[in-house]
């Protein structure tokens, strides 16, 4: 069964401190899909990035940076000098060959980022 | 290109009524996709629709349905509401084809349903 874990319900740092939001997967295919998701206030979900399960390296793009691992069946997503823009819930998705396109989401992190 | 858009943003329902949303997904995109999302159960997985054909279906009973239109444009309907049924009505389109579950999917604003 697929499954995607997000053990942190909320997060508060203040602004310029470094933050991480863990995410969790369960799968029982050996290919699949992680994805990281904004959802601002505004409802909207945003992209922020997609990685297959054969790529293991990490990626930094900007402020943001994400780490796979699968030995740990993790993909951490870092955010260095927070701002308070980026105050939102983050989501971690996984799909897989087994289910198509049916995102299974995790139950999201609420980051705050206090002037 | 222009985002994925949804139609009403918020609705009022009562119970037993019943109620249609649409999504016109990003220009291109065939794939269209819906999820309920609520803090008690999160995102959940509705149905997805590529060319016209519903290609996967969650856990939901029959009172949801969809459909999609030869312009991809998506409908989904949820008849005899529940008050359970309140919830942020979301619709993703993709660029994918396949069924790998490969493509990223592009998210609309969402319908606030509220069912008194």
């Known amino acids: 069964a697929q499954k995607v874990t997000q053990a942190q319900t909320e997060i508060s740092v203040v602004e310029k401190e470094d933050v991480t939001l863990d995410c969790v997967y369960e799968?029982?295919?050996?290919?699949?899909?992680l994805f990281w998701y904004k959802q601002p206030p505004s409802g909207e979900l945003v992209f922020l990035i997609r990685?297959?399960?054969?790529?293991?390296q990490n990626e930094i793009s900007g402020r943001y940076s994400w780490n796979f691992q699968k030995s740990t069946s993790s993909f951490n997503f870092t955010i260095t000098a927070s701002q308070v823009v980026d105050s939102a819930v983050y989501f971690c998705?996984?799909?897989?060959?087994?289910?198509?396109?049916?995102?299974?989401f995790g139950t999201g992190t609420s980051l705050t980022v206090i002037p | 290109k222009a985002g994925v858009t949804q139609t009403p943003r918020y609705l009022i329902k009562t119970r037993g009524q019943q109620v249609t949303l649409s999504c016109s997904p990003i220009?291109?995109?065939?794939?269209v996709s819906w999820y309920q999302q609520t803090p008690g159960q999160g995102l959940q997985f509705l149905f997805e629709?590529?060319?016209?054909?519903?290609?996967n279906k969650g856990n939901f009973p029959g009172r949801f349905s969809g459909r999609q239109f030869s312009n991809s444009r998506s409908e989904m309907n949820v008849s005899t509401l529940e008050l359970g049924d309140s919830a942020l009505y979301l619709c993703?389109?993709?660029?994918?084809?396949?069924?790998?579950?490969?493509?990223?999917?592009?998210f609309g604003p969402g319908t606030r349903l509220t069912v008194l």
């Open positions: 993703a389109s993709s660029p994918s084809t396949g069924t790998s579950g490969d493509g990223e999917q592009f």
């Open positions: 799968t029982r295919d050996t290919t699949y899909y």
């Open positions: 990685r297959n399960s054969f790529d293991e």
């Open positions: 998705a996984l799909s897989d060959t087994n289910t198509g396109n049916q995102f299974y």
């Open positions: 220009s291109g995109h065939r794939s």
């Open positions: 629709y590529f060319s016209e054909t519903q290609r």
